[in-house]
């Protein structure tokens, strides 16, 4: 891009911009929001408080919270031992997971569906 392209990118995104500035300029709920933080502010500094002091006293466990390495801790429930017995071998297989060798054995032979179906706890 040319450096005359640019420039008139960029005074065209500025003219926008200061439209939209203009146009905020004259809307209510800002000019109302600006209001309350000036008041807000001004009875901060009257009675010495910081917004910190005051989302502390409104909320004190706001800015408390654990890292997330210790919420993770601990948080998954154990897995359940399943036990599968085979109905034309009666072996059983107890597992917590479907990482088994003989349970992936008896899915790939017999399919998913029907080794699930000879789960018994």
């Known amino acids: 891009m040319s450096k005359l392209a640019e ?17 905020l ?8 929001e600006i209001e309350f933080e000036t008041k807000l502010r001004a009875l901060l500094a009257k009675y010495g408080y910081s917004l910190k002091d005051i989302v502390n006293l409104l909320d004190p466990h706001a800015g408390r ?4 390495a210790e ?9 359940q031992v399943k036990i599968y017995k085979n109905p034309k071998t009666g072996e059983v297989v107890e597992t917590k997971g ?3 060798k003989t349970l992936k054995e008896w899915k790939a032979e017999h399919g998913s569906d ?4 000879w789960l018994t706890k």
């Open 71 to 79: 919420q993770k801790s601990g948080s998954r429930k154990p897995r």
């Open 114 to 117: 029907t080794v699930e179906s």
């Open 7 to 23: 420039f008139r990118q960029l005074e065209k995104h500025l003219a926008e911009q200061l439209a939209a500035l203009e146009t």
């Open 25 to 32: 300029k004259g809307d209510a709920g800002l000019k109302q």
């Open 65 to 68: 919270k654990a890292p997330a």
């Open 98 to 100: 479907g990482n088994h």
